[in-house]
């Protein structure tokens, strides 16, 4: 507690009461406010990064970037040997539901940090379409690899729960990867060199999102830095839509929401559903079931969020065709299909 005392001294708060929430956050009272200190993962090299995600909220007047308090000589955190802390408001703790209000407060909120800081960034096309035709190459070496998987379990008497899983499965996996494969197509299309990065937290998720007073504020910056803004989304994405009650629908209109405040292009449309199909997770928890350490349970278990993942990125996939791009008639009726076997 020592340490502790010394961090809020720098920022000339004297607390009453110190209460340990997890192992690296504390709710400080004093006698006029509480705080949220935080005792953080911040090294000599991230530290410059996350200093200029304040620089910037606090330019671009990015609200739901939580604040941080300045010490007494005006730094943004406190060092005590190698510890890093720094200190920001303290909002009461609550998991974040994820109603149809919340899911669009979090869309619009990260859209607008990313239409703020956007940086236009060039890429050299040639090597750029090279690397997309090599992981086109690779998904196809994968779709074969699923069907010589899914033939082998078809050969047996008796299949495990997993074999059967993976079985009823195939068809929307394999759809999944023709549509990944087709997305690919589009990019490579593309001939613009023009891409934009932006400012991304690259951990958003529920746990990192607080509500108060009905405004949405992001914490946990500290992995913060600029990239393509498709990235934010994949990894909200990926850790929202791996449970079996995900919100899909809520999901899309959130999505909605974001475009119009950060209207991404089609070819940042066409990489975002690339990397929400990505095959390699499923293949690998395939490819490994039968050297496995783990119980049946659990490698059931992963599959399945896994799929769920792979299943959202094609409904997203076809919210984008239908509400951002044009549809082909033959695409519409392997969509209804997959809406009738979800």
């Known amino acids: 507690m020592d340490t502790l005392q010394e961090v809020l001294h720098a920022y000339s708060i004297r607390p009453f009461y110190i209460e340990k929430q997890t192992e690296r956050l504390y709710m400080v009272q004093d006698y ?17 990064m996350w200093e200029q995600v304040y620089k ?7 609200f739901p970037i939580l604040p941080v308090y300045l010490t007494k000589l005006g730094k943004l955190y406190e060092k005590k040997g190698e510890l890093i802390y720094y200190v920001t408001p303290w909002k009461e703790s609550r998991e974040t539901e994820l109603d149809q209000s919340t899911i669009d407060k979090i869309f619009q909120s990260f859209g607008l940090i990313h239409m703020k800081t956007k940086r236009r960034h060039l890429v050299e096309v040639q090597q750029f379409k090279q690397a997309f035709q090599q992981y086109k190459q690779h998904c196809l ?9 899914v033939e ?19 068809k929307d996996v394999n759809y999944s990867l023709n549509e990944t494969i087709r997305r690919i197509d589009q990019l490579l299309e593309e001939q613009e060199e023009t891409w934009y990065y932006s400012l991304c937290h690259k951990n958003i998720k529920t746990s990192h999102t607080l509500v108060d007073q009905g405004q949405l504020y992001f914490i946990n910056w500290e992995n ?3 990239d393509y803004p498709i990235f934010d989304l994949v990894a909200f994405f990926q850790e929202e839509t791996k449970h079996y009650d995900t919100p899909t629908n809520m999901l899309l209109r ?6 119009n405040e950060n209207e991404l292009t089609k070819k940042e449309l ?3 559903v690339i990397q929400l199909l990505d095959p390699q997770a499923y293949l690998s928890c395939v490819k490994n079931h039968k050297q496995a350490n783990t119980s049946m349970m659990k490698q059931i278990i992963h599959l399945q969020h896994t799929f769920r993942r792979i299943l959202f990125g094609l409904h997203l996939s076809a919210h984008v065709e239908k509400t951002f791009d044009t549809i082909d008639l033959d695409d519409l009726d392997d969509l209804d299909d997959l809406d009738e076997t979800d």
Do not use: W
């Open 32 to 48: 006029n406010q509480q705080y949220a200190l935080k005792h953080s993962r911040l090294t000599e090299e991230t530290i410059v």
């Open 56 to 62: 910037l909220a606090y330019e671009e007047y990015l």
């Open 141 to 149: 070496t994968l779709q074969q690899q699923l069907l010589t998987f």
């Open 152 to 170: 082998e379990y078809e050969q047996h008497r008796f299949m495990s729960p997993f074999e059967l899983l993976v079985c009823t499965q195939f």
């Open 224 to 226: 913060a830095g600029f």
């Open 254 to 259: 959130g999505f909605d929401k974001y475009m």
């Open 270 to 272: 066409y990489l975002l």
